[in-house]
């Protein structure tokens, strides 16, 4: 069989379960077959071998258990950066790069940085602590998370992008283990509400893990906890930064409020939503 066979098989055999069944057939050949997308068309006629014929159906068969994509190449691309993904970590989300980038944005104008002290709670595969350490001009990043394989995942991370000597992993469930004071806590919480399993995507609910994704009846348990806490651990005038669900923003800043924090606001993501909630200690 033809590469180019190959893939409109597989086009046809995903266009059941995903709407992006072009872009996904191209992504798996080019991972199985270790190919550049332009290589993919100048090897169209290219014959395949029985074993690159069975590592292909191997991860087709996967996907169309509704297996996430990313899962089955181990791949997640995040601020420009390719990120080591498996079943431990929270798949990381484009809009979570608006986090970032307003993080990098606020540290980067600080007027003294040279000492400055971030930490991340919740790191999973470690992407926000990482495309930060990226960036930043001066200063360290601490991550932590309650679970052990994925501080393993963001371990690996951040060695393959070369700052394991700017970022810090350690396990803790949310401030149990932290003993400093930072300038910046930012952290992407469990936020889904326990009834909307029902609705999520079989990608979702059936792989992603649990701990990452759910808050409680109302989504909203780990803010409770997290917001009072952080003013332990925040520096004078620190500054915590949070990502909520889509309806969320109001109960959260309100949250803030109660806990005493200052110039409580919102920002939003690429799709207009509010789902960004800062305040300053």
Not at 57 to 78: A, C, E, H
Not at 80 to 101: A, K, Q, S
Not at 132 to 158: F, M, P, Q, W, Y
Not at 245 to 272: M, R, T
Request: aromatic share 10%; with cysteine; proline share 4%.
């Amino acid at each position: 069989m033809t590469l180019f066979d190959k893939q409109k098989e597989i086009e046809k055999k995903l266009e059941t379960v995903t709407n992006a069944w072009q872009y996904e057939a191209k992504t798996i050949l080019c991972h199985v077959l270790d190919l550049e997308p332009i290589e993919l068309v100048l090897s169209k006629n290219k014959m395949l071998s029985s074993e690159e014929v069975a590592l292909i159906d191997v991860m087709i068969k996967g996907r169309l258990q509704r297996v996430p994509l990313q899962y089955l190449t181990k791949n997640q691309g995040f601020f420009g950066l390719d990120f080591y993904v498996d079943e431990h970590v929270l798949i990381p989300r484009p809009e979570t790069e608006v986090l970032v980038e307003y993080v990098l944005k606020y540290a980067n104008a600080l007027e003294d940085n040279s000492d400055l002290s971030i930490l991340d709670i919740g790191v999973g595969s470690g992407a926000i602590s990482i495309a930060l350490a990226k960036r930043l001009k001066k200063g360290r990043v601490t991550g932590v998370d309650i679970s052990e394989k994925a501080l393993n995942v963001a371990v690996v991370n951040a060695k393959t992008h070369g700052v394991e000597n700017k970022v810090t992993f350690f396990k803790s469930d949310l401030f149990e283990n932290v003993k400093a004071t930072y300038d910046i806590i930012v952290s992407n919480p469990p936020y889904i509400p326990v009834p909307d399993l029902a609705t999520l995507e079989p990608e979702v609910a059936n792989y992603e893990p649990h701990l990452a994704l759910f808050g409680g009846e109302d989504g909203l348990d780990f803010y409770r906890r997290l917001i009072p806490e952080s003013v332990l651990y925040l520096k004078k005038e620190g500054v915590l930064f949070l990502e909520a669900g889509h309806d969320q923003f109001e109960a959260i800043e309100k949250l803030f409020e109660l806990s005493g924090f200052k110039e409580v606001n919102h920002f939003e993501d690429l799709n207009g939503i509010p789902r960004f909630i800062y305040g300053k200690r």
